[in-house]
């Protein structure tokens, strides 16, 4: 199954409205077809990703969105769970933070993160990063199956 014709699914991890809003802003503009679910902490965040307290119809997402403070459980935590899970841990995960602390930038990597990017501060640039961004995961990668048993 060619998951490039069907709808990409995005799980984005944002307790900010104002970010989510111009997630969708830019992702609308995509022309890859796609879904966003959102969560706005890490509890809920991993209750999406295992199927679990109100998310038990939830879909595995194709690629993760991930704010690293985040309420709850931070992101960097939820990073860790989801690449130490051999369930999970195919899943593209796109760090996508106001910090620009390197210990931040490095602890993600050491966790596996696939890539790290501080938001911009103005609306314009946060709006071309995004779109960047989104064409580079839903258009160029090519992204893991969403099962096991698609990829057998």
């Given at each position: 199954?060619?998951?490039?014709a069907?709808?990409?699914?995005?799980?984005?991890?944002?307790?900010?409205?104002?970010?989510?809003?111009?997630?969708?802003?830019?992702?609308?503009?995509?022309?890859?077809?796609?879904?966003?679910?959102?969560?706005?902490?890490?509890?809920?965040?991993?209750?999406?990703?295992?199927?679990?307290?109100?998310?038990?119809?939830a879909?595995?997402?194709?690629?993760?969105?991930?704010?690293?403070?985040?309420?709850?459980?931070?992101?960097?935590?939820?990073?860790?769970?989801?690449?130490?899970?051999?369930?999970?841990?195919?899943?593209?995960?796109v760090?996508?933070?106001?910090?620009?602390?390197?210990?931040?930038?490095?602890?993600?990597?050491?966790?596996?993160?696939?890539?790290?990017?501080?938001?911009?501060?103005?609306?314009?640039?946060?709006?071309?990063?995004?779109?960047?961004?989104?064409?580079?995961?839903?258009?160029?990668?090519?992204?893991?199956?969403?099962?096991?048993?698609?990829?057998?």
């Amino acid at each position: 199954m060619n998951i490039y014709a069907s709808l990409i699914e995005i799980l984005l991890v944002e307790d900010n409205p104002g970010d989510v809003e111009l997630m969708h802003e830019a992702f609308s503009d995509s022309k890859i077809s796609n879904s966003i679910h959102v969560t706005g902490d890490g509890e809920a965040a991993l209750d999406f990703l295992y199927q679990r307290n109100g998310y038990e119809n939830a879909v595995r997402p194709d690629v993760i969105f991930l704010d690293i403070n985040l309420p709850k459980r931070d992101g960097k935590e939820v990073l860790n769970i989801i690449k130490n899970d051999p369930l999970i841990k195919a899943i593209p995960v796109v760090v996508m933070t106001g910090s620009a602390a390197e210990r931040d930038i490095l602890k993600s990597h050491r966790i596996h993160a696939d890539c790290y990017i501080t938001k911009p501060v103005t609306l314009a640039s946060f709006l071309e990063v995004i779109r960047s961004v989104g064409e580079f995961w839903l258009g160029a990668v090519k992204l893991p199956p969403r099962s096991v048993e698609q990829a057998a």
